[in-house]
């Protein structure tokens, strides 16, 4: 743009100097001069050199006095001259040079050679504009190059080919290294994959790769600094302005990193890493211009990490800005009914699921947010009946989910606990149907034969939900055998039915993914008891009292366990134990 008004202000000057032309030779014989310019400006007056350098010095002055204006109500930025440097270093070259030697020859040169350095310097003066637009097209055409294989990598990364899309975006950075865009969207796709295999050396890489890209710096930042863009106005539509939104994207995709990264780190570096993750989304906001498309996507992520380190109001004020500022977008929704769900508010995180559901009816995540709220509403739930319509709707909720994405296996997990749930809580009422057919005085009456079908349904509805949540934890198994939570699940279900030894089987599968996984040892521990192996079961129960010691059921079963062997002092000692740690059963 710089060069395109020197270029505007040298072709205005020329028309204004030929036009000069008959001023001058009218008024030379009455400048009081005349007697220094006879002697020094004849021989060039023929020659029409006079008038170039009026307008060399005419240049020079404007220059001189814009360059004064901006050293004193500005400041230059060394970026943005370094990235003209880089782009048009050859035609800047060129233009220098043919300036230079233009001003050497009018200052050296006589009448003869005048014309012939005159055309000479004009000649340089066109092989800039040539090599300056060959300069152009050539950062043009690398630009759509660039694109190229940015958006191909994007579309390999959405469709989860992960490896092909990082070779895309590689090429990218070839051919542009400095092209933020291709290392933010690289960095992305190595945190959907950590993220998806919950792989933390793949989202070190990622954050390795946007550190990388925040160094670099904006591409292109303004040459000249003024009041506005100190004070981070943003530059609309300029390359300027697309590379200072292309760091302020590089800033939130670090956030996003570290948010995902935090959920597998330890307890003492998860602090420092969301202080950093908050000060990356903040700065990221100062640099998105209002009304900007990632601005609500910003505010989103600021609600998240603010979530995360328990801050929920300010949370809940961050995705309400989201909100506001783009009411149609589900994830700001969502996030704001996982920070309601996290304050214990069930019923308005609901709401706001269904709000994100009603946006986004095929998002698998906000399915499965809602039927965790769900299911942790009938834990509280008062009437019976309120209970069980929690559990059905979480188990929709969950199924949905499920249809959305089949290899959730978080989704099929909670689902065989819901299942489960549900399997208790119609045993439950089964058990209280049968007591009330029991304490019928007649159990042959209508009345005692109600309750006595009653139960039998109930306990049939609950071994059906027992056998759905065993299919739904095999399934979660099938997805990801890894998880030693999904085989304890498949053992307390076993547990419940009565299924001693299968449970005991699951338990040592959920203990060799995790070995110092304790309720594991706890409730195979009680499958022991329950098989009579008391030996076995105190063994079990010193295992999971090793890994967690306050745990006061834990010391009551031990209690138990040596009881029943006539063990008196043992049994004291544990029970003793357990009722220092608050167990009232």
Known sequence: MILKVILCVLAVLAVVTSEMNNLINFSIDDWWVREYAARHLEKIIGTGEIFLLVLIGTVSLIAIATLSIILRRNRIDRGGIEAYWRDYKFSTIVLLGSLVYFAVSIAYGDSVSGSLNFTTSMSLFALFIAIYSLESSTLKFKDIQTDYWNMRGIDHRDKKE????????????????????????????????????????????????????????PKYSPAILTHETLEETPIQETREGKAKQEYANALKSKCDILIHLVDLQEENEKKESLAIALECIENAICRYPDNNAQLPGAYTTKGTVLSKLKKYDGAIKACEKAIRLEPREPIAWAIKGSILAAKGNHEAAIKDFDKAIELKPGSSDFWYSKGQSLKKMSRRAGPSIRKQEHL?????????????????????????????????????????????????????????????????????????????????????????????????????????????????????????????????????GNALFNLGKYDMAIESYDKAILFNPKNASTWHNKGASFDVQGKISEASESYDKARELGWTG
């Open 162 to 217: 992960y490896y092909t899309a990082f070779q895309a975006f590689d090429n990218g950075i070839r051919l542009d290294p400095k092209s933020i865009k291709c290392l933010v969207n690289k960095a992305n796709a190595k945190c959907v994959m950590g993220e998806r295999f919950h792989d933390t050396s793949l989202l070190n890489d990622a954050l390795n790769i946007i550190n990388h890209a925040l160094q670099l710096g």
């Open 392 to 524: 059905l709707m979480a188990v929709h909720a969950y199924d949905k989910s499920i249809e959305f994405n089949q290899l959730n296996s978080n989704a099929w997990n909670q689902k065989g606990k819901a299942l489960s749930d549900l399997g208790r809580h119609y045993h439950s009422e089964g058990l209280k149907s049968l007591n009330s057919y029991a304490m019928d005085i007649n159990i042959y009456s209508n009345a005692g034969l109600f309750w006595l079908e009653k139960s039998n349904a109930l306990f049939r509805q609950a071994n059906c939900c027992f056998k759905k949540a065993l299919k739904s934890y095999d399934r979660a198994i099938d997805i990801n055998p890894n998880d030693g939570m999904f085989w304890f699940n498949k053992g307390l279900a076993f547990g419940i039915q009565g299924k001693y030894d299968e449970a005991i089987e699951a338990y040592d599968k959920a203990i060799r993914q995790d070995p110092e996984y304790g309720d594991a040892w706890h409730h195979k």
